[in-house]
């Protein structure tokens, strides 16, 4: 039996794509260990999926001033002491790093044990955990042809992401009845990432009557943005969240509107769904859903609104014509080599092993 370390924490980013892997690691008789932080989310994540956890001291390394940027290179340091001594404990065979604070000392560790490590990238451009990591990484896979260009030749690996094998075995007829529509109209669902994105339910709401009129909506808005004021209109169901039914709601659905966030896009896009991509703007973030939804963009796999440019016209425009030209995005799609990332990542994973 093969031995595989997992890592990557702080958010469900940096671990469901991890877990992802876990059906085809099992089937090739890999026995797993995930390494997360001591206090992380993630560590009840990996234990409902049945995975041995072990939790190592971890502090974030920020491009900003904070009175934790004095005291967290140390936990960094303790970190890594601790994520060498897993390593010599357990002597895996490979590591898989998806990124995060947690997964550098991981990887500096396992480098120094040599111990391979395969790195994954999931937006365009790398960010600040993967650029430390990334010289003491094998190989290291990413979503998008453009990051290609911005890794080391010798390690880059053009794979799109892992994606739960779980989404893609959805029954529309099972959607249809969880969320109580007929299917006699198109079903448009809209999803802001796990925290739901207040501008897009603001935006979407102002212009419910004129939507319901060629859509039913499914509309996954985050904890607390339930609006009871809207809860009676006919063709419109509400979420705060939403957990195994997912996969056959995402069937149901004909149309999404997304966040560009680069697990939900590669979700969209291993799904052959078309999407209008409204991306964090540049004001909320390091601007990574802009450069994600621009590469899907320019790929035909996406329609991108820009957050500064969306206003009540132009997101009922934008709706209207990505019904119109549904095909020509799932055409793309289907053409698309980046919708098995499990696949490619595992056959990296098997060949650095050996």
Not at 331 to 353: F, N, Q, R, Y
Request: glycine share 10%; net charge positive.
């Amino acid at each position: 039996m093969k031995k595989i370390i997992l890592t990557g924490g702080g958010t469900a980013g940096h671990v469901t794509p991890n877990l992802a892997l876990l059906p085809k690691l099992r089937e090739k008789n890999y026995e797993v260990l995930y390494i997360g932080g001591k206090r992380g989310m993630e560590a009840d994540m990996v234990k409902k999926a049945g995975v041995d956890y072990r939790g190592i001291s971890t502090g974030k390394l920020r491009r900003y001033f904070d009175l934790k940027n004095f005291t967290d290179p140390f936990r960094v340091i303790k970190g890594f002491f601790d994520a060498k001594s897993i390593i010599k404990e357990y002597k895996p065979d490979v590591i898989f790093s998806k990124g995060g604070f947690v997964a550098v000392p991981v990887t500096i560790a396992a480098w120094m044990c040599r111990v391979p490590v395969i790195a994954h990238e999931s937006d365009m451009t790398p960010g600040l955990a993967n650029k430390i990591a990334a010289p003491f990484a094998k190989k290291i896979c990413c979503n998008f042809p453009e990051t290609m260009k911005l890794l080391p030749k010798s390690k880059a690996v053009l794979s799109g992401s892992p994606i739960r094998a779980e989404l893609l075995t959805g029954s529309r007829e099972e959607g249809l009845k969880i969320v109580g529509f007929d299917g006699n109209k198109p079903i448009l669902l809209i999803i802001g990432g796990s925290l739901g994105a207040q501008h897009i339910n603001e935006a979407v709401r102002r212009i419910l009557t004129e939507l319901l009129k060629d859509f039913d909506i499914i509309h996954i808005c985050g904890k607390g943005n339930v609006d009871d004021t809207k809860s009676e209109l006919g063709g419109y169901r509400q979420y705060e969240f939403v957990g195994a039914e997912l996969k056959d709601m995402f069937a149901a659905a004909d149309i999404f509107i997304s966040r560009a966030g680069a697990n939900a896009i590669c979700e969209l896009l291993a799904l052959k769904k078309p999407n209008l991509l409204i991306p964090l703007s540049a004001a909320a973030s390091r601007g990574d859903q802009i450069l994600n939804a621009e590469s899907f963009e320019k790929q035909g796999f996406s329609m991108v609104l820009k957050e500064e440019n969306m206003t009540d016209e132009s997101l009922m425009e934008s709706v209207r014509k990505l019904w119109t030209d549904k095909e020509r995005y799932i055409e793309a799609m289907k053409a698309s080599k980046l919708a098995d990332g499990v696949g490619i990542i595992i056959d990296e994973i098997e060949k650095t092993a050996k």
